[in-house]
């Protein structure tokens, strides 16, 4: 069972370009989750996700950024307009049931590390 | 403030020493876990800690829950090298947000 997947794994943009990072849940797992990793720091929840709908995304900025979940296809997280502050480690994390009251485990993926230049 | 603060930021030990690692929080939870990243690398997971239980073993790892004091501490057994890495707790609050809350992290350093 390969675990969760994201590509690509490094990431170049200019400032003002668009960047697209991509996520592949665990077989079988329905709820995907985003994090955002800075230098030195710990990880942020951004959005979590079920199949076609957005659950949470009170930790993702207002503006560029969004987030979707299509019924076919991985998991995409994107960013317009992209500024060198949005230089960071992006990971995408996969459970088979919602963590709500429950003990679910979120497995992470290797991560994307986007570089705005 | 971040939900989970891991104490110390850094811990430097020989191999074979014990390391031990503090993880404070500030709500009520669900759960706690703890995840290891190596440098440049993913999140690993290594134990879930569920609020009824207050000790939990796997291997060399050794995970308490004292949820009074709203605090955490990772033992890691006779360290080896290979286990220089941060190490990060993270909380499925009670809330009823569906986020785990991640600490900073401790940077282990294990010396050969």
């Known amino acids: 069972n390969a675990g969760v997947m994201q590509n690509p794994r490094h990431l170049v943009r200019r400032r003002g370009q668009e960047a697209r990072l991509r996520c592949s849940p665990m077989k079988g797992h329905s709820h995907v989750y985003w994090y955002r990793q800075l230098p030195e720091e710990g990880l942020k929840f951004m959005v979590y996700?079920?199949?076609?709908?957005?659950?949470?995304e009170s930790g993702m900025p207002k503006e560029r950024f969004s987030a979707e979940f299509p019924k076919e296809g991985p998991s995409i997280l994107r960013i317009q307009q992209v500024v060198r502050g949005d230089s960071a480690a992006y990971f995408c994390?996969?459970?088979?049931?919602?963590?709500?009251?429950?003990?679910?485990?979120?497995?992470f993926g290797p991560g994307t590390r986007l570089t705005v230049l | 403030s971040q939900q989970g603060e891991e104490d110390p930021q850094a811990l430097s030990i020989q191999e074979g020493e014990n390391a031990t690692m503090n993880c404070s929080y500030k709500?009520?939870?669900?759960?706690l876990q703890w995840y290891r990243q190596n440098s440049g690398r993913g999140l690993v997971h290594l134990i879930l800690?569920?609020?009824?239980?207050r000790e939990k073993h796997s291997g060399r790892l050794r995970v308490t829950l004292d949820t009074s004091k709203k605090s955490s501490s990772l033992l890691i057994t006779a360290s080896r090298a290979a286990d220089t890495a941060s190490y990060f707790c993270a909380t499925d609050p009670t809330s009823g947000t569906y986020k785990y809350i991640f600490g900073t992290g401790t940077r282990l350093k294990v010396l050969a």
């Open positions: 709500t009520s939870i669900n759960n």
């Open positions: 800690i569920r609020s009824n239980e």
């Open positions: 996700l079920q199949k076609e709908n957005i659950i949470d």
């Open positions: 994390a996969s459970s088979p049931f919602a963590g709500q009251g429950g003990t679910d485990t979120q497995y």
